[in-house]
């Protein structure tokens, strides 16, 4: 199993310093993404850690329509510039567990990956043109930059809804269309276990 950069001591005290850091318009967004940022499935994907610059980008979208979302949508439209940058920096400030050691390219032998998910994220499937999802997104998903997101121990309900809407155009804007091109070579199937492997890269 790997160890866990996961400040566990550290949110429980976040919990009560990041409430009274917490900017007023950030009031509305932790009824479903919490005062950790660390969401809930079936309700609101994690989003502590994630970079300002990608959170702004995404609350941005949801008010041009780029994403599709009739609870996210009139949230995002309460917010005007100078709210949408509050929002962004303390969501991206508070603390996110990660990987310790995650395993890049090449460090895992192909014949030893049998999972369908894993698989998909690690190698890809090149015959169809298919890289792996870590080539963009960071060893075992922990992210890169301010364009691709951590995928590591998201909620595999969110990570399924999000290649789905990659797939059906009610989610855009990336850059050069990548994801919508790489959703549609998914199968609902493979999206499920790409979705599994990733939620639960951290019990590793």
Not at 61 to 86: C, Y
Not at 108 to 128: F, M, N
Request: glycine fraction near 8%; include cysteine.
């Amino acid at each position: 199993m790997k160890k866990l950069v996961f400040f566990a001591s550290a949110l429980a005290i976040t919990a009560f310093s990041a409430q009274a850091d917490m900017p007023p318009q950030a009031g509305a967004c932790v009824a479903c993404h919490q005062a950790t940022g660390l969401g809930l499935p079936n309700l609101a994907p994690s989003i502590a850690g994630m970079p300002a610059a990608y959170l702004a980008t995404q609350l941005k979208h949801f008010q041009t329509d780029a994403r599709q979302n009739a609870i996210m949508k009139p949230m995002a439209m309460m917010l005007d510039d100078a709210g949408v940058k509050a929002v962004s920096e303390w969501f991206a400030s508070l603390p996110l567990a990660l990987p310790k050691n995650p395993a890049f390219r090449g460090e895992k032998s192909p014949a030893t990956i049998t999972d369908v998910g894993e698989k998909l994220a690690y190698l890809g499937d090149w015959q169809r043109d298919l890289p792996s999802c870590v080539s963009c997104h960071g060893p075992e998903g922990v992210g890169v930059g301010e364009a691709f997101p951590h995928l590591a121990g998201q909620h595999a309900d969110y990570i399924e809804s999000q290649l789905h809407a990659w797939q059906n155009g009610t989610r855009s804007g990336d850059a050069n269309g990548i994801m919508g091109v790489m959703a549609k070579k998914l199968t609902a199937e493979e999206i499920t276990a790409v979705a599994q492997y990733f939620a639960n890269v951290e019990a590793k």
